[in-house]
């Protein structure tokens, strides 16, 4: 008789757990984390360290840098992450892998994510390669004024500066010449035919006109006529993100008025691609005495956002993870939980034609979304679940009560940490109702999975609308392979 038997995988929580293929666990750790600060069961530097381990894992197996590519623009395109990225596309500039130059051409899109790369590979002790300087510098060779001015960052780590000493790109004409000589030497050092070449920048030092609210703020400071002006300088997201500086800075009704008519607007909300949870998020940051056209426009763009996401047909069973591990922050300085971003999710989701809600941790209960119920309002009533339904994670039981009927599929939005076996139930529902589907849209990336491999049982991760889009795509593919078809030809 055996005795010192092999320990049976456990989630984070003690209960039931299954290990992942690693493609499928490095895809749930780059969807579901910004790689900023401690999550509730993980510090940042130990997700880091199995981050690099599952990216050395995946490269070395067959079809691996094909999956690894289409990672990379999955999460920068679809996803639209920053952060993991420029990670995966430094990463592979680091090991040499074929497809490298072009995971850095799809992940460094904004000004400064190929400073973001060397302060990551400077972060984790690797020594930075040719091929890395060689990237850097085809980035640096595509700057332009405006990106050179907003994203100069100088101060950090890492500044266009710095890039370019480091990689020496050569420029491709006199105007690219004279930009780098700008980075490189300042304004001053510049002659007259060099700023005639540059005349955003020349604008901008010479006259003072400033080319982002940043700036303007800046240099004149925060008053009320400052941030007024400041307005038309904002795009979608950074008006979002001031919605509250406007309000308690004194801005002006018709100012007020103005960002609740952008806000709002179907098009621009298509447009900014914002996640779901940022507009709930502003929402909660208004202080009281908020002008009520401003609540009311947050609402209309969250159920723009809703209205552009694909129908579901038949029934649809929606489980929200309320307990004490999904408070946890999804970044450092982010005020927004993961309770949150799966709150604003389920509430996209609930308000569908024929969804069913409901909320669990250590007890469970059902939350009535009428269909058409404004998705901030969903949302609102879902966190409120979090204040009495204790700090447990109690799938299994959760899942016995809301499967007293058939459903076509089920989608629990859940950091997978259960303290029971989840999966003993699903596996029981799944196999009485041979046409039902199971979707886990997994918010924090942790290793144990909660549910076994089954053809028709998905996990995603994220916190992005677009997952939903996935439910619709994965009833006829798994998320491996969806994610590969996302790398080049």
């Excluded at 094909?66 to 090991?95: C, K, S």
């Excluded at 030497?185 to 030092?205: T, W």
């Excluded at 400041?230 to 919605?243: F, K, S």
């Excluded at 250590?362 to 009495?388: C, D, F, K, N």
Aim: proline content about 5%; aromatic content about 8%.
């Amino acid at each position: 008789m055996a005795f010192n038997l092999a320990r049976k995988p456990r989630t984070l929580e003690g209960g039931r757990a299954f290990t992942r293929p690693p493609e499928e666990e490095l895809y749930l750790l780059v969807a579901a984390s910004l790689f900023s600060g401690d999550a509730f069961y993980e510090t940042d530097a130990d997700r880091l360290a199995r981050f690099r381990s599952l990216f050395a894992r995946v490269a070395a197996r067959e079809g691996g840098e094909r999956f690894l590519e289409g990672l990379t623009r999955y999460a920068r395109e679809v996803l639209l992450l920053r952060t993991t990225p420029t990670m995966l596309a430094a990463e592979a500039l680091l090991q040499g892998l074929e497809g490298a130059e072009r995971m850095a051409q799809s992940a460094w899109v904004r000004g400064d994510e190929h400073l973001e790369a060397l302060a990551y590979v400077q972060s984790v002790g690797a020594k930075r390669t040719k091929r890395l300087c060689r990237a850097v510098a085809a980035r640096l060779n595509t700057l332009t004024e405006r990106q050179a001015l907003r994203y100069a960052a100088t101060g950090k780590g890492f500044s266009q500066r710095d890039a370019l000493r480091l990689t020496h790109p050569q420029p491709a004409s006199d105007t690219q010449a004279a930009l780098f000589k700008f980075l490189t030497q300042g304004f001053a050092a510049l002659g007259e035919d060099e700023r005639a070449r540059l005349p955003l920048i020349s604008a901008n030092r010479m006259a003072g006109q400033a080319i982002s609210w940043e700036q303007l703020l800046s240099a004149e400071g925060s008053t009320p006529e400052v941030w007024e002006r400041a307005v038309p300088l904002m795009g979608y997201m950074a008006l979002l993100r001031n919605l509250r500086n406007l309000v308690t800075k004194g801005a002006g009704e018709a100012t007020l008025l103005e960002a609740a008519r952008r806000l709002s607007d179907p098009e621009a909300v298509a447009a900014s691609k914002q996640l779901p949870y940022r507009f709930y998020s502003a929402y909660r940051a208004l202080p009281e005495g908020t002008p009520p056209e401003l609540i009311a426009a947050l609402s209309k763009a969250m159920d723009h956002a809703a209205d552009r996401l694909p129908p579901l047909e038949g029934r649809t069973l929606v489980l929200v993870d309320v307990s004490g591990s999904m408070v946890s922050p999804v970044a450092a300085r982010s005020e927004v939980t993961r309770l949150q971003a799966a709150c604003a999710l389920g509430a996209l989701l609930g308000r569908k034609p024929g969804s069913e809600v409901w909320a669990f941790a250590s007890h469970h209960e059902q939350v009535l979304l009428p269909p058409g119920t404004p998705a901030l309002i969903g949302t609102a009533h879902l966190e409120e679940t979090y204040r009495r339904l204790g700090g447990g994670t109690y799938l299994a039981s959760a899942l016995q009560a809301a499967l007293r009927r058939p459903f076509d599929r089920v989608v629990i939005l859940t950091d997978e940490q259960a303290a029971d076996d989840a999966w003993k139930v699903l596996e029981r529902y799944l196999k009485r109702h041979g046409h039902s589907r199971a979707y886990v849209v997994n918010l924090a990336g942790y290793a144990p999975a909660a549910t076994a491999r089954h053809p028709r049982v998905h996990t995603v991760g994220g916190f992005s609308d677009r997952l939903l889009e996935w439910i619709v795509a994965l009833e006829r593919e798994n998320v491996v392979d969806r994610i590969r078809e996302y790398a080049s030809a």
